[in-house]
């Protein structure tokens, strides 16, 4: 069924492509194909224009077709260190693909000025979120992992970076933070008249989620690991000061 989608696809036009599945909306954007700009056009027609090679139109829609995610379970059986690179690469594809895409179709539209008002604010404040996450929790794991492993020289003089920091209040902040909320609502009231507004509605919503899954993962995995993790490395740092 999907092959003879693949084949048939390079005879539709960019419109009915993007009806069929709105990822592909995401997918031809990578390609450099805004579909809004040329939907009543044939894929095979924008593709040989833009000097796109078959096999690399098939090779994309694919990749963003297959939805790569790990169970919960799996996740939960992960060390520490790697449920956190896991983390840092969805905050990487939020930031590079999926909420520049929300942004760019946003930008484009011509109603709806409360999303569009809202959209740089939830931005702002979501990549502070962000950098807070990898700048300071994340490497305040690291150095955990490092003092438990023994490969950190002076743990001592290394924890005194973190002095006012504390994993617990992260922790208890983090669940209750709900920075999608504003544009979840405003987006609810929205009756897309168009393909224009069913894709960024469709990308709005699967951003919501994505966010969910996400903050889940942290709430229930990346956190109580952390503060497990914590309280075993000030066992041994107690446990060091007490033999010097
Ligand atoms: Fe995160
Ligand atoms: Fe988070």
Redesign the pocket.
Request: net charge negative; aromatic share 0%.
């Given at each position: 069924m999907k092959e003879l989608f693949l084949c048939m696809v390079f005879e539709k036009t960019i419109g009915e492509v993007v009806n069929e599945n709105y990822v592909y909306a995401r997918a031809l954007h990578y390609l450099g194909i805004d579909f809004f700009e040329a939907p009543n056009r044939k894929l095979r027609e924008i593709c040989a224009e833009r000097g796109l090679e078959r096999q690399q139109v098939i090779k994309t829609f694919y990749e963003f077709d297959s939805c790569s995610r790990f169970s919960f379970q799996e996740l939960r059986s992960y060390p520490i260190e790697l449920l956190t690179e896991y983390?840092k690469h969805a905050h990487y594809i939020f930031i590079k693909d999926k909420l520049p895409f929300i942004v760019h179709l946003a930008k484009k539209w011509d109603r709806a000025e409360g999303l569009k008002n809202l959209l740089p604010e939830f931005v702002e404040d979501f990549i502070k979120?962000?950098y807070e996450?990898e700048d300071t929790t994340f490497k305040y794991i690291e150095l955990l992992c490092a003092i438990k492993k023994g490969s950190c020289k002076a743990p001592f003089s290394l924890m005194i970076d973190f002095e006012g920091y504390s994993l617990q209040a992260e922790f208890e902040e983090?669940q209750d933070?709900d920075e999608f909320g504003a544009i979840r609502s405003i987006a609810s009231t929205i009756e897309p008249k168009n393909l224009h507004e069913r894709v960024l509605i469709h990308e709005v919503q699967a951003f919501d989620r994505e966010m969910i899954y996400?903050?889940e993962i942290?709430n229930n995995i990346f956190f109580p690991k952390a503060i497990e993790l914590e309280a075993s490395v000030i066992k041994k740092i107690k446990l060091l000061s007490t033999l010097n």
């Open positions: 983390l979120h962000i996450e983090h933070e996400h903050a942290e």
